[in-house]
């Protein structure tokens, strides 16, 4: 039975805190009505005074992972470097390190609804690619060229161990078996896995790359 002793009053913000926290603890898979309710100590009706369903939990949770998110005018100023370009890179980068302490959320965050925290985080980003001086249709496709690698790197981050036990001794299981063979390429880039692991650096060389790309797109000026 839930508890109906000492309780501070239900809002929103605190159905929404009290299922991030329980999502972060147990993962998304293990969120429901019944458990946020007991987790707050109320009844699970009483939650339906303010969030109408668990879809919109999942969304106002996934806003306030988008809350953490850093804006671009939030970057240093770096000496020799575009402001537009250090900016986006900041933002991206402060995603990435949101979506690593909320891992649940990046398999979710194309399907929810967007609240007002992460509506500003898109509009940050576009922001930022237009008055740097791109085009509309550039700075669309800059938009999503830049969110499919936060998203899908991370999730790749997530889902594999790029650690001694997972992804090198793939790697080095594949050498013991086609070294020598018709895959140059191929074994020299598993080599790359084992003799010399960056995977760190990856999504920052890759964003840069992005970066540089989309730079060219912008043309002079």
């Not at 998110?69 to 986006?88: H, Y």
């Not at 999504?203 to 002079?220: A, K, M, N, Q, S």
Request: no cysteine; aromatic share 8%; charged share 25%.
């Amino acid at each position: 039975m839930a508890r109906t002793s000492q309780r501070a009053p239900l809002t929103a913000d605190r159905v929404l805190q009290a299922a991030l926290a329980l999502v972060d603890r147990d993962g998304v898979d293990e969120l429901s009505m019944r458990k946020l309710a007991k987790e707050l100590g109320f009844e699970v009706m009483s939650l339906y005074n303010h969030v109408a369903n668990k879809d919109e939990v999942l969304a106002g949770i996934a806003d306030l992972v988008a809350a953490e998110i850093e804006p671009p005018e939030a970057a240093p100023k770096r000496r020799g470097k575009a402001a537009w370009k250090a900016g986006i890179r900041h933002t991206v980068l402060s995603a990435r390190d949101a979506f690593h302490r909320h891992p649940w959320v990046v398999p979710i965050w194309p399907a929810v609804a967007s609240g007002p925290h992460r509506l500003r985080f898109m509009e940050a980003l576009l922001r930022s690619l237009r008055t740097a001086g791109f085009a509309p249709a550039d700075a669309y496709h800059g938009y999503h060229a830049l969110m499919m690698h936060v998203l899908g790197f991370t999730l790749q981050e997530q889902r594999f161990d790029f650690g001694e036990g997972g992804v090198v001794a793939a790697a080095s299981r594949f050498l013991d078996q086609f070294e020598g063979e018709e895959f140059p390429y191929l074994i020299e880039h598993m080599h790359q896995h084992v003799d010399a692991p960056t995977h760190q650096d990856d999504f920052e060389v890759v964003l840069d790359i992005l970066l540089d790309g989309l730079d060219r797109l912008r043309g002079p000026g």
